[in-house]
């Protein structure tokens, strides 16, 4: 997909990687094992206007396991992207 991805597309994803993210905090066996590897790259794509919900309700698993460890680290390393982003946009006015 091109980026940014629109403000809908950005949703839809959010949508998928908590639930996802829950689904593993309570142990559930993933169907899809590929989304920790999406984590990079939505944090590139997703729009500005939607970095505060990106930022919001992430509560990555305790790391029972090697890939709880990994999949805690994705989401961190996610997260701080995103406030990186946050932070260049608050401080770096546009079209200065």
Sequence with gaps: LPQPWSAAVARAWLKHAH???RADA???ELTD???PESLL???AAIPAECL???AAAWDPAAA???RQ???RRQIERFLDIIALRRRLIREIPLGA
């Design 69 to 71: 460890q990994h999949l």
């Design 33 to 35: 094992h590929t989304w």
């Design 52 to 54: 505060d919900e990106a």
């Design 64 to 66: 029972s396991d090697w």
């Design 26 to 28: 309570a142990g559930q």
């Design 19 to 21: 639930a996802a993210a």
């Design 41 to 43: 790259i939505a944090a």
